[in-house]
């Protein structure tokens, strides 16, 4: 996963700062993996309409497969015990 910054030019506005960057960031829920030096370099260097790579986040890890616990025994064969009784058949 990675955030990548492209500053547009203000027309007549003022140049967006460092700290009003990474409150958007923060609203976007990008917390980890910041490049605070990269982001300055885009202000100060003035790079405008290039898309750069301003965060980086972890590579996803391989997961465990799924298991299942039982705590009977699954090898005991099962018996059935019916009888008739006057309207429906019972099983215990």
Known sequence: MTATLSLIPAKGGKMVSIEEI??????????????????????SHRIFNTPIEIATGLPPKDGEDGKINYFFDTKKALSLKYWKTGLSTTII
């Open 22 to 43: 990474m409150e958007e960031l923060q609203s976007k829920g990008i917390e980890y993996g910041i490049n605070k030096d990269k982001i300055s370099e885009i202000i």
